[in-house]
């Protein structure tokens, strides 16, 4: 009995299904006993919390660093607001996502005013920062 007790540890596990791209929340994590493979690379609920799945994840289910990621503040296809800064100038645009891009990350944008392509970087909910010529 002894032996089998030594193959099992406690760790957080997930209490519900969670979809691809959903964000975790400290409330969605419950500690169970699970074999010591299984545990091996598991996170903390707290360390989980605020990060965004990259993958569907199961119902009792461990999570691993490579499970999740920051969340995505701009999501391909959605409208952001481009911003471009030059010294006292501010110009902003209606801009459409190439891609998914999180917090100070790059994202391919389409300027809907001009339809050119450009490099920005994600500043927020919906919007991204052009650096000026």
């Not at 994590?29 to 074999?35: N, T, W, Y």
């Not at 501010?90 to 891609?99: H, Q």
Request: a positive charge.
């Amino acid at each position: 009995m002894a032996a089998a007790a030594a193959g099992v540890t406690e760790v957080d596990v997930l209490v519900r299904p969670v979809a691809r791209g959903e964000v975790l929340a400290a409330a969605d994590f419950e500690r169970a006993s699970v074999p010591a493979a299984t545990a091996r690379f598991a996170l903390r609920g707290a360390d989980a919390a605020g990060k965004e799945a990259r993958r569907a994840l199961a119902l009792g289910a461990t999570v691993r660093a490579s499970d999740i990621g920051p969340p995505n503040l701009v999501r391909r296809g959605e409208g952001v607001t481009l911003v471009m800064r030059s010294g006292r100038l501010t110009i902003t645009a209606p801009g459409r996502a190439l891609g998914d891009g999180a917090a100070g990350g790059a994202v391919r944008v389409v300027n809907l005013a001009t339809d050119r392509t450009l490099e920005a970087r994600v500043t927020g909910p919906g919007a991204a920062e052009v650096d000026a010529p």
